[in-house]
């Protein structure tokens, strides 16, 4: 479980990201975090690993309170935290696979990790997600000649290779074409739950939130203001998110979709005012 407990964010401008947030996410929930631009969901998401420094407040992941780890504590906390970014964060000139096993660089010794060996269930697990994902015949691939989808499903099976607890999805679908970021959602959310993972999925599409999530959390200049199933997600809500918008036909839209498509509801909602080319394998086995 992860719990966020009356996190503040509070810059040397003055101004206020983000102001007493409390939260709680069961392991395996996929929670989806919406919200205008400036509402502070990337700097939430950031909070938790600390990317960015809370002012205040504290997390907890499980058995472990992030917020008050000394930075050698905290470079092995973030083994357990995967990150999912919005511009894929790849080593372009890297292989899908050697990207992958990207992730793995904080259980292995400087040494190795400079000169990129791995050991070889490392090698067999970036094997194995990489045919989860549909990319297994794409991994001596540069990543810079692969599309943007493809990028995304290497970006999963790198976070995902370090065996994490809590996976952190900042914007995943932003630079995606509409369909490829369904079937991006649809992934991440069947591995969550192949793997009781919880997530956090910063996402600026309502529908896709609406499709995909199990729970919905709105936030507007820093604070919750809806917390709740995503069948909740109702037009006053939206205008309080939001702002002012005929939300009549994003709800409609969403209404008309394959119900396939979305996961268990939660209870009530909370409203708070105020996949090729050849595979190398000898030289794969060279990393080992």
């Known amino acids: 479980m992860l719990r966020l407990d009356q996190l503040v964010k509070q810059y040397k401008t003055g101004d206020i990201a983000l102001k007493t947030i409390s939260l709680e996410i069961p392991d395996g929930q996929v929670m989806a975090l919406i919200g205008p631009s400036g509402a502070g969901k990337s700097?939430?998401?950031?909070?938790?690993?600390?990317?960015?420094?809370?002012?205040?407040?504290?997390?907890?992941?499980?058995?472990?309170?992030?917020?008050?780890?000394?930075?050698v504590q905290l470079r092995k906390?973030?083994?357990r935290m995967g990150m999912i970014f919005q511009e894929y964060a790849l080593v372009e000139r890297l292989s899908v696979?050697?990207?992958?096993?990207?992730?793995?660089?904080?259980?292995?010794?400087?040494?190795?990790?400079?000169?990129r060996k791995f050991p070889q269930s490392?090698?067999?697990?970036?094997?194995?997600?990489?045919e989860r994902v549909g990319l297994d015949q794409m991994c001596d691939k540069r990543a810079d000649e692969l599309s943007g989808g493809q990028r995304q499903r290497v970006g999963i099976c790198r976070a995902l290779i370090q065996n994490p607890e809590l996976l952190l999805v900042d914007e995943p679908t932003a630079s995606l074409d509409p369909k490829t970021?369904?079937?991006?959602?649809?992934?991440?959310?069947?591995?969550?739950?192949e793997r009781n993972l919880s997530a956090i999925i910063n996402i600026h599409d309502v529908m896709l939130a609406q499709m995909f999530a199990q729970r919905i959390v709105g936030l507007q200049l820093g604070e919750i203001?809806?917390?709740?199933?995503?069948?909740?997600?109702?037009?006053?809500?939206?205008?309080?998110?939001?702002?002012?918008?005929?939300?009549?036909?994003?709800?409609?839209?969403?209404?008309?979709?394959?119900?396939?498509?979305?996961?268990d509801e939660e209870p009530p909602a909370k409203v708070v005012t105020g996949?090729?080319?050849h595979i190398d394998r000898d030289r794969l086995a060279g990393m080992t």
Do not use: K
Not at 122 to 130: G, K, N, P, T, V
Not at 181 to 193: G, H, N, P, T, V
């Open 43 to 71: 700097t939430l998401i950031r909070c938790v690993n600390r990317l960015v420094e809370p002012t205040s407040g504290t997390v907890h992941l499980n058995d472990l309170e992030l917020t008050s780890l000394n930075q």
């Open 77 to 79: 906390a973030r083994r």
């Open 97 to 115: 696979m050697e990207n992958v096993l990207s992730g793995r660089l904080g259980y292995v010794g400087f040494w190795r990790s400079y000169f």
């Open 122 to 130: 490392d090698i067999d697990e970036a094997f194995r997600l990489l």
């Open 181 to 193: 970021s369904r079937q991006i959602m649809r992934l991440i959310c069947e591995l969550c739950a």
């Open 225 to 263: 203001v809806y917390d709740g199933p995503p069948n909740g997600m109702t037009p006053n809500v939206l205008t309080q998110i939001y702002g002012e918008e005929d939300w009549e036909a994003t709800i409609e839209a969403v209404d008309e979709d394959d119900a396939g498509d979305t996961l």
């Open 275 to 277: 996949r090729g080319p």
